[in-house]
């Protein structure tokens, strides 16, 4: 499975060259790793100290609240956050590319890992639950903004570039901002 998963992310490269793709996130090398650290307690107890999940070579780290969020996500739903986040966020935007090329390249990750792929509707529903859940936001068509707040290890500075980015889109929406800030925990039936 590996070495087809190796060969899948080859072909991503690839297909990645072309001039209107703006995804800096897949022409790098893939790590997945959890950094965690330990401390010693006075009673000699190592007690962990988790730090950012880093996702792609570092370019995307998930704060560590966004794991809240992520626990709440099931099959399909994950499994394509997981897939955007690896190879579809641009990590200076947090802006995600949604077209047919995506669509397709998710039923090629799904085939790779041995994953039963979902029918095109039910992948259209698996995006729009992101949206209600406010993970991601709708820019435009084709085009959806993570939500800044899943995001972590970045400055300050930038933080708050992406939150004033984020507000302005749901200001231009007529919604509230702090409601559209927080994802939603709960599962939609």
């Given at each position: 499975?590996?070495?087809n998963?190796?060969?899948?992310?080859?072909?991503?490269?690839?297909s990645?060259?072309?001039?209107?793709?703006d995804?800096?996130?897949?022409r790098?090398?893939?790590?997945?790793?959890?950094?965690?650290k330990?401390?010693k307690t006075e009673d000699?107890?190592?007690?962990p100290?988790?730090?950012?999940?880093?996702?792609?070579?570092?370019?995307?780290?998930?704060s560590?609240?966004?794991?809240?969020?992520?626990?709440?996500?099931?099959?399909?739903t994950?499994?394509?956050?997981?897939f955007?986040?690896?190879f579809?966020?641009?990590?200076?935007?947090?802006e995600?590319?949604?077209?047919n090329?995506?669509?397709?390249?998710?039923?090629?990750?799904?085939?790779?890992?041995?994953?039963d792929p979902?029918?095109?509707?039910?992948i259209?529903?698996?995006i729009k639950?992101l949206?209600?859940?406010?993970i991601?936001?709708?820019i435009?068509?084709?085009r959806?903004m993570?939500?800044p707040?899943?995001?972590?290890g970045?400055?300050?500075?930038?933080?708050e570039?992406?939150?004033q980015?984020?507000?302005?889109i749901?200001?231009?929406?007529n919604?509230?901002?702090?409601?559209?800030m927080?994802?939603?925990?709960?599962?939609f039936?």
């Open positions: 499975m590996i070495e998963f190796q060969k899948f992310y080859e072909q991503l490269q690839k990645h060259t072309v001039k209107d793709y995804n800096e996130v897949s790098k090398k893939i790590t997945a790793k959890f950094i965690s330990t401390t000699g107890i190592f007690l100290v988790y730090e950012d999940i880093k996702l792609n070579s570092q370019s995307i780290n998930l560590t609240e966004s794991l809240c969020f992520l626990v709440h996500l099931n099959g399909h994950k499994n394509l956050l997981l955007l986040l690896s579809h966020v641009n990590s200076n935007t947090l995600i590319n949604w077209n090329l995506v669509i397709q390249e998710y039923f090629d990750f799904c085939d790779t890992l041995e994953i979902p029918s095109k509707d039910y259209k529903e698996t639950e949206s209600k859940r406010k991601i936001t709708n435009k068509r084709g959806y993570l939500n707040i899943m995001i972590g970045v400055d300050e500075i930038k933080k570039k992406l939150i980015n984020y507000s302005k749901a200001r231009d929406k919604k509230a901002v702090y409601d559209e927080f994802p939603v925990i709960y599962n039936k």
